[in-house]
T-cell receptor, first 114, second 112 residues
Framework: KAGVTQTPRYLIKTRGQQVTLSCSPISGHRSVSWYQQTPGQGLQFLFEYFSETQRNKGNFPGRFSGRQFSNSRSEMNVSTLELGDSALYLC?????????????FGSGTRLTVV | GQQVMQIPQYQHVQEGEDFTTYCNSSTTLSNIQWYKQRPGGHPVFLIQLVKSGEVKKQKRLTFQFGEAKKNSSLHITATQTTDVGTYFCAGCSGGSNYKLTFGKGTLLTVNP
C-alpha cells in the first residue's frame, strides 16, 4: 500500500512569507500528526488531526496552523516565517489516535527560511 | 507535562560491539514505542511495548519495558554498519488524551 506522502520535499522561503505543506496519510488512517524536527530540539509535536478535528496541539505560536480534509489529507500552514522556522517538518499517519499503534512517517518537507 | 529523557545523546562503537540506549519517563507510561531514523531519512516504527517487564526481540535488537513502566531500553548485539542512525523512544501516559512524547534520540555511529 502507498505510504505517507508529503509535498513538497524541499522549500526555500523568505522571512515574512507564509508556507503551506501537504500530507496524504495511508489509506484508512484518520489520524494525522505533524512534527517539527531540528538538530537541537529533536521531534517537537505541532498538532494532531483526527476526523477533520484538531485533537491535540503542541506549544507552538499561533503562526502555525493546520487542517484536515474529509479524505484525511492534511495541510499545515506557517505564516510570517522566521529564520528559526527552518526545519524538517514531518507528517505522521496512524490508525489509532495519537499514534496509539505506531506512526508511519512521511519523508518530510525540508523548509529553509532565508 | 510528561517528559521522556533518553541517554546517551551520542554513541560511537566499533562494528561488532554492543550498543544500548535508555529511555526514562517522569510519569508512568501506558506503553512505549521505538523508532529508527537513518541519516537523511525519516523515523521508522520499530516496536511497541505495553506490558510491565515486557521483553521483545527483533533479530539482534532487544527491547525491554521496565517493571514500573517508567523506563525502557533498546540493546543491539554485535552492531553492524547498517545499524547507524538515531534511535528514538516515544512514551504515552495513556488516558483519554492519548499523545506520544518523543525522547531526543540517541545517534549511533558504527566504525567498520
Amino acid at each position: 500500500k502507498a505510504g505517507v506522502t508529503q509535498t513538497p520535499r524541499y522549500l526555500i522561503k523568505t522571512r515574512g512569507q507564509q508556507v503551506t505543506l501537504s500530507c496524504s496519510p495511508i489509506s484508512g488512517h484518520r489520524s494525522v500528526s505533524w512534527y517539527q524536527q531540528t538538530p537541537g530540539q529533536g521531534l517537537q509535536f505541532l498538532f494532531e488531526y483526527f476526523s477533520e478535528t484538531q485533537r491535540n496541539k503542541g506549544n507552538f505560536p499561533g503562526r502555525f496552523s493546520g487542517r484536515q480534509f474529509s479524505n484525511s489529507r492534511s495541510e499545515m500552514n506557517v505564516s510570517t516565517l522566521e529564520l528559526g522556522d527552518s526545519a524538517l517538518y514531518l507528517c505522521a499517519s496512524s490508525l489509532g489516535i495519537g499514534g496509539e499503534y505506531g506512526y508511519t512517517f512521511g519523508s518530510g518537507t525540508r523548509l529553509t527560511v532565508v | 507535562g510528561q517528559q521522556v529523557m533518553q541517554i546517551p545523546q551520542y554513541q560511537h562503537v566499533q562494528e561488532g560491539e554492543d550498543f544500548t540506549t535508555y529511555c526514562n519517563s517522569s510519569t508512568t507510561l501506558s506503553n512505549i514505542q521505538w523508532y529508527k531514523q537513518r541519516p537523511g531519512g525519516h523515523p521508522v516504527f520499530l516496536i511497541q511495548l505495553v506490558k510491565s517487564g515486557e521483553v521483545k526481540k527483533q533479530k539482534r535488537l532487544t527491547f525491554q519495558f521496565g517493571e514500573a513502566k517508567k523506563n525502557s531500553s533498546l540493546h543491539i548485539t554485535a552492531t553492524q554498519t547498517t545499524d547507524v542512525g538515531t534511535y528514538f523512544c516515544a512514551g504515552c501516559s495513556g488516558g483519554s488524551n492519548y499523545k506520544l512524547t518523543f525522547g531526543k534520540g540517541t545517534l549511533l555511529t558504527v566504525n567498520p
